[in-house]
Each structure stands twice: as C-alpha cells, then as structure tokens.
C-alpha cells in the first residue's frame, strides 16, 4: 500500500555504509519527501496532499557509494523536483539528473536491417483507396484502426461516398482519412507508399465472366494506372480490381511502357479467397480461423484460384472428398451469395475486411517486419509456361522479397493448377492486347 505523509511524520532509511537518509516531512509544505524501500530499491516518492495521489516523472540518480538507484516521483512539477527537495538530497550527497538526463534512451519499435527505417518509424505508412462504393469505404474504416498506418486517402471514383468517410472519420484512432473526389485522384496518390486500385463501383455479383468483367472495368483500371505512373511511380501497388488475373498484367504493361516497371511492387490480392478458405477450413475442424494458414496458387479469380489444403496449418489432413468440397464451396461463393435475393451487391464486408488485412501485411512488410507473409498474384518465373502466377510470398520495403513457390502439393491440386494455367495465360493475353490496342504510352522496355 502507498505511504502518505500523514502515516508517517519522521522516516528513517537505513543504507550500507551506516549513514542514513531522513526525509525532511516539515519542510515544504505542499511537496513532502518520503522514502520508502521495496526489496532493495530505494523509491523517492513525493506526495501532494491535497489531492492524495502519486503523479510520476521519471528520473534516475545514484548514491555515492553505490548503494542503488532512486525512481524520482515529483507530485507538484513535471521537469523539476522542488528547491528544497534537491537541496534535502545534494546535503546526504545524493546526485539529481535531469528528467532528460534520467530517462532511458527509446529504441525504435521495429528494429530492421534498412538503415533509413529507424528514420521513419513504423507509424508512417500512408495508403491511397482508389475506387467507388461501399468496399473502398469500409476498407478506410478497418484501416483506420490499424496502429501502423498513419493516412488514408480515399478517392471516389463515383462521387457518392463522402457522407460515408465522414462518419468514419469520427472513429477515435490516431489515422487520418481524407476524401477526395474523383477529379482530384491525382492530389489524393500523392506522398503515399500503398496505392490499392479498387473496383469504380461496387462488384456486381452475377454470372458475367472474367472477360465480361475485363471489358466492364478495364478503362478505369487503365485511367488510374496511367495517373499513377506519372505521380507516384515508386509506390508500392495492390490491384483488387475484378478480375484481377487480368488487370494485374494490365497495369503491368502501362508501367513497362512507362519505363519504370518493377515486377515487385505490383502485386494482386487473392486475400478474399485466402480468408474464406482458412475460415472452411477452420470451422470443418472446429480450429480458430485466426490461426489457421492455407496458402494460394494459380490465379487470382474464381475459376483459377487454387488452395493447397495438402499444406495447410496447423492440420493438413484432409481426405479426397473434403478437398473437393472444399473447393467447389470456395469458388461457388459469389453465387451462393448471389442466390440470396436481398444481396447483388456483391461480398463488401468480407471483400473489405480481407483487402485490409492485406494492405496492412504490405505495410508491416514496407516498415521492416520480419514475416510479413501472404498470398499474391505476381509475375512470376516459377512455372516456365505462365507469367503471372500466385503464390506465398513474403514482403519487406521493396514488395516482394521472396516467393516460396510451388511446393509439394496433392495429385487433385496439382490438376487444378493444370487445369488453371490456359486460363490464367488467356487473361494475360487479353490485358496485354487490351494496351496494346488502347494505350497512348509508347513501350520503353
């Protein structure tokens, strides 16, 4: 229990050389020094009597012949203990240091091999949400909520969401949101690390394929990369854009043509998938979602994706015919949502928490932390017949660090990657004439 003054009018402490240490209760009225012993340490704690509590500063002095360390507690200032006080101390020889001097020195919060991260700290990461709809600004709302992103701008690329980013800016955490409108898409990629190039408006659930959904959203895909190569061409890029195993490769060959393509720092998301099989997965073995890992292959839409349940964690045994039910729930999920008649708007919560969940592994990835992992559709070397591929990747400052590749996978998965490469290769093709048939920029690589 805290000692007040009041408990005690005179306190003695013995120390090791026979000398002792009285703390003067009389002589400041307002201030009092008591000194009290807690296995060893000796704790100098000052008390206001007026309102009956410690308020803590700290600080750090020695005795003369070292006999320990003090904690200094000043009640009535925050930089400095009292006149009286030091003077009380300085006569039994003992020394006082600054507040400043006091402290231990702050080490940065992450430490990293890049020399100029403990520069920046981890807290600036700065995203730009660029897209229309209620995704984009759900997507601001998580990410507001994540310590380690400090901005989010959003620009609307269908003018309706403002009211939207306004209630989320109320959330009482220390990122910032600003809005913008379409117009002023370019201000909004300014000074930022991520750029996520979102759906112009909400996905549309219904049976459209993926070269329906090209040729519905490619022109806004284009638009934004365009802008982008001229404002912010060293930011790292996420493409949640549908179908993103087409307009991965898109936004690839406006930034080949720009000359400063960087095959590491354009990444597209599968992080929908991945969260809705790690949760199947995790609820067929009554397991916590949060801890269970599948990782992802082939491509990055619904027909091409391709989950390695032979490799999952922490239980990888899974019989024939719980993979194949696996797999056709996880690529009939949009229709079973669709089948529902109160929903054609498509998966927006789970599309917003999962794009957060990957946006803020890039950022942990761009700040220096150690294993930040996940799926992503790349351009990839690690099947010589299909240039863009997904697999587990791991992130660091630059994007991409290093892919694990295409491990040991069962003989049903191995026939879904067979199967997925022609189509993969076909949404590859049809970006690229896309450009070629529509871009202004002239190739310069």
């Not at 090791?16 to 307002?30: E, F, I, M, Y």
């Not at 930022?192 to 190039?197: F, L, N, P």
């Not at 994007?399 to 189509?423: C, D, Y």
Request: charged share 20%; with cysteine; aromatic share 6%.
């Amino acid at each position: 229990m805290p000692l007040y003054q009041s408990d005690l009018p005179r306190m003695i402490l013995p120390v090791r050389n026979g000398t002792t240490l009285v703390s003067q209760t009389k002589a400041d009225s307002h201030l009092r020094l008591v000194v009290a012993v807690n296995i060893g340490t000796r704790v100098v704690r000052h008390v206001n009597e007026r309102q009956h509590h410690f308020r803590f500063q700290w600080a750090m002095s020695s005795l003369r012949k070292n006999l320990g360390e003090f904690l200094l507690f000043n009640a009535n200032s925050r930089h400095h203990l009292s006149s009286r006080s030091i003077s009380i101390l300085r006569k039994h020889k003992v020394k006082t240091k600054s507040p400043s001097q006091g402290r231990p020195a702050i080490k940065p919060a992450v430490e990293s091999s890049r020399g100029d991260f403990t520069k920046r700290g981890p807290d600036t990461v700065s995203v730009a949400l660029i897209g229309g709809g209620t995704t984009p600004a759900y997507t601001a709302l998580l990410l507001k909520q994540a310590p380690i992103i400090k901005r989010v701008h959003i620009a609307d690329t269908i003018d309706k969401t403002a009211s939207l980013i306004l209630d989320a800016s109320h959330v009482d955490t220390s990122t910032k949101i600003r809005y913008f409108k379409r117009n002023n898409m370019i201000e909004a990629m300014q000074e930022v690390d991520i750029i996520a190039i979102m759906d112009e408006e909400d996905f549309t659930l219904g049976k459209a394929s993926s070269h329906g959904q090209f040729l519905a959203g490619s022109q806004h895909v284009k638009v934004v990369a365009e802008k982008m190569v001229h404002c912010c061409p060293t930011a790292l890029v996420a493409v949640f854009a549908h179908p993103v195993t087409a307009t991965l490769p898109l936004i690839s060959e406006i930034y080949k043509r720009a000359g400063c393509w960087d095959p590491n720092r354009i990444v597209g998301s599968v992080a929908i998938d991945s969260m809705r099989i790690q949760a199947m997965a995790a609820n067929l073995f009554d397991l916590n979602p949060a801890f269970t890992t599948v990782p992802i292959v082939g491509g990055a839409d619904a027909c091409t994706v391709v989950p390695l349940l032979s490799r999952a964690k922490p239980v990888n045994q899974f019989s024939k015919e719980q993979q194949n039910s696996l797999i056709h729930t996880l690529r009939a999920s949009d229709n079973e949502l669709a089948s529902i008649g109160e929903c054609r708007a498509g998966p927006t919560l789970s599309a917003a928490a999962a794009a957060t969940k990957f946006i803020v592994t890039l950022a942990c990835g761009y700040c220096g932390f150690k294993n930040a992992v996940a799926s992503a559709f790349v351009r990839s070397n690690v099947l010589p017949v299909c240039r863009y591929f997904a697999t587990e990747l791991q992130f660091g400052p630059g994007g991409v660090e290093k892919s694990f590749g295409l491990p040991k996978v069962s003989s049903v998965e191995l026939e879904l990657v067979e199967q997925a490469i022609p189509i993969i290769n076909a949404n590859v093709d049809l970006a690229v004439n896309f450009i070629r048939a529509n871009s202004k920029l002239r190739s310069k690589m």
